[in-house]
């Protein structure tokens, strides 16, 4: 469960002054546009340039006023009539539209007040029926003479891969934005042509390199927007099994608090027609804590895989140059949990983190570097784990609490998915043996490969290796019964156990314990697409920012050595298997509390990748 989830996001990019000037017509072949400051939570510019016959414009500026267009409609095709405001189209300004190959063809800026699109194509012109001037337009029209001007009609879409680039040339387009104020940009294309292959050294490594600088693109040095947030509690799994004259269970809880802020910068350049990205990139950096915690109540054995919704995806303020560019980011939290278990156990583990100022861009460049992973580190948790002493318990539990920032990207009518995942997770291993008279030889738990399930996951191989001794451990107890002290020291360090016999016996009842056990937890930030965008990535891009498994605490008892191998994730397959849930193999017992303490950051290592 989710009780406190802040995801703070603004788009940053280069912010200096826009070239988009209303009081300056567009008939020199560039063409800039930038979002009206009355755009909610969204600036940034779009610049075209082409021949000067394939660029023009049909704004006041000039020499044109518009009759009929809707500026408030979703739709990017409409027929539109206009009128030059001066009997001298040639010196309005009006001529330009008609001239080389004609109207048709063209790419034309519309004004604000018509459309919601920045440009579009003009795939008919013709002279219509209807030559109405209405009063609030006749009266601007300059006239040399009483004649009456002629009214002209447009076919207005944005299908820019109809146009043939063999009547004027080719039209390429450059944007970068933001979904906060202030992000509208000089766009220089000088670097740019149409058919350069990605390698972030022209207009968008620039674009993202400018972005890095900005004191907006600093949490430090900017102002926090307004924060979203949930409070949620969320039951991952809860299934019981009938074992007369008891039932059995197996429960999974997420609780978890966290604060993530994301601003994240892109920038693009490409060509209309045929319509193509040839360079793409999206800087994000992100500060914030984790403060999780996952539950496990088992009384019963079995398996089970399951991964369900736990908030959203809720909308964030898009960035949009309608039918030209298009991100639009929704927020989204995930939980998956897998487990294959003979036990009866309580356990309890934190998966706490912080991350300050962390960058990631996507997709990395040729270098292979993505950003900068030193920002992130585990914090204080908090572990709890309680067994059973009277039967043998074996398995392995998963679970993950997944926050992701995604993405939707549109390029006219092409389009992606980036997703950004926060996977957090904590995965306990163990193969224990109680008895009620003496102490035991615990032989190693049969083990099956790690199991997949989540298709944001990703594997990694990992062993064990010496972690912190947990001093001053808590005396073992009975659940209501008195406490009493184990015979010999408790830690865990693997080398420690290897080397000694321990043996945890509960005088008054004569229980005791032995085994292993292993409780890690790890985070995986990491970045992917949907779908091929243009070959400049696909679905088998993945970009890591930070995956490192911790290990809490180890132990083996009587002498059994164990090198585990652990999953930092999982890997994708189907959710689909059905839940298992069967009786324990032996009858209930009062619970010992084998832990249950904070673990201080600065004795929790990293377990190195295999």
Not at 25 to 52: M, N
Not at 123 to 142: F, L
Not at 348 to 355: D, E
Request: with cysteine.
């Amino acid at each position: 469960m989710f009780s406190s989830i802040f995801l703070f996001v603004s788009l940053a990019v280069a912010a200096v002054q826009a070239l988009n000037d209303w009081s300056k017509p567009c008939l020199s072949g560039v063409c800039s546009y930038d979002l009206p400051d009355s755009t909610e939570s969204s600036s940034g510019s779009l610049k075209i340039w082409g021949s000067r016959d394939a660029i023009s414009d049909i704004t006041v500026a000039a020499g044109w006023n518009i009759i009929n267009c809707s500026c408030s409609s979703d739709e990017l095709a409409q027929d539109v009539r206009l009128v030059c405001n001066n009997d001298d189209p040639v010196a309005a300004g009006c001529s330009h539209l008609y001239e080389g190959s004609g109207a048709e063809g063209k790419i034309v800026r519309l004004p604000e007040s018509c459309g919601k699109n920045a440009f579009a194509r003009v795939a008919r012109a013709w002279i219509p029926d209807d030559q109405s001037i209405p009063e609030s337009i006749s009266g601007k029209i300059v006239r040399r003479n009483d004649s009456r001007p002629q009214v002209k009609a447009l076919t207005l879409d944005t299908n820019f891969s109809a146009v043939d680039p063999s009547k004027a040339g080719p039209v390429n387009f450059a944007v970068q934005g933001a979904n906060v104020k202030g992000a509208s940009a000089d766009i220089d294309i000088s670097s740019m042509n149409g058919n350069v292959e990605r390698d972030l050294t022209g207009f968008v490594g620039n674009a993202i390199d400018s972005i890095k600088n900005l004191d907006t693109f600093n949490f430090n040095k900017s102002l926090s927007p307004q924060p979203f947030g949930i409070d949620r509690t969320v039951n991952l799994f809860n299934e019981s099994v009938s074992c007369p004259p008891n039932t059995a269970s197996l429960t999974v809880d997420a609780n978890a608090n966290a604060t993530v802020a994301a601003i994240f910068g892109v920038a693009a350049s490409g060509r209309f027609f045929p319509f193509r990205v040839n360079d793409f990139a999206m800087i994000i950096r992100m500060s914030g804590d984790i403060d999780s915690s996952v539950t496990m109540k088992a009384t019963a054995s079995g398996t089970l895989e399951r991964k369900l919704p736990i908030f959203g995806p809720v909308g964030i303020p898009e960035l949009n140059f309608r039918g030209v560019f298009t991100i639009g980011p929704t927020f989204e939290v995930n939980g998956q949990v897998s487990a294959e278990l003979d036990l009866e156990a309580d356990m309890t583990v934190g998966l706490n983190y912080h991350f300050d100022n962390a960058e990631l861009v996507f997709p990395d460049d040729k270098t292979g570097t993505a950003g900068n992973s030193n920002s992130f580190a585990i914090d204080d948790t908090p572990l709890k784990l309680s067994v059973s002493p009277s039967v043998k318990a074996t398995g392995n539990v998963q679970a993950h609490l997944i926050p992701s920032l995604n993405l939707s990207v549109s390029a006219h009518k092409f389009g992606t998915g980036i997703f950004l995942n926060l996977d957090a997770f904590a995965e306990m291993d163990l193969s224990l043996e109680g008895t009620s008279q003496t102490s035991v030889t615990v032989d190693e738990a049969k083990r099956e490969g790690p199991r997949t399930i989540g298709r944001y996951m990703r594997r990694a191989a990992l062993v064990a290796v010496d972690s912190p001794t947990v001093k001053d451990f808590a005396p073992v107890t009975v659940s209501g019964e008195s406490t009493v002290e184990p015979t010999a020291a408790v830690t865990s360090s693997v080398a420690s156990s290897a080397n000694s016999s321990t043996t945890v016996f509960l005088e008054d009842s004569g229980a005791s314990l032995g085994g292993c056990f292993n409780v890690t937890v790890g985070l995986d930030v990491n970045a992917g697409a949907d779908a091929d965008f243009f070959g400049l990535f696909d679905e088998n891009t993945q970009v890591s920012l930070f995956n490192k498994t911790f290990e809490l605490f180890e132990k083996c008892f009587n002498n059994q050595k164990r090198s585990l191998a652990v999953n930092s994730s999982l890997a994708s397959a189907s959710l689909t298997k059905p839940t298992e849930l069967t009786c324990p193999t032996a009858g209930s017992a009062s619970s010992i509390s084998v832990i249950d303490q904070v673990v201080k950051a600065g004795t929790i290592r990293a377990v190195p990748k295999v």
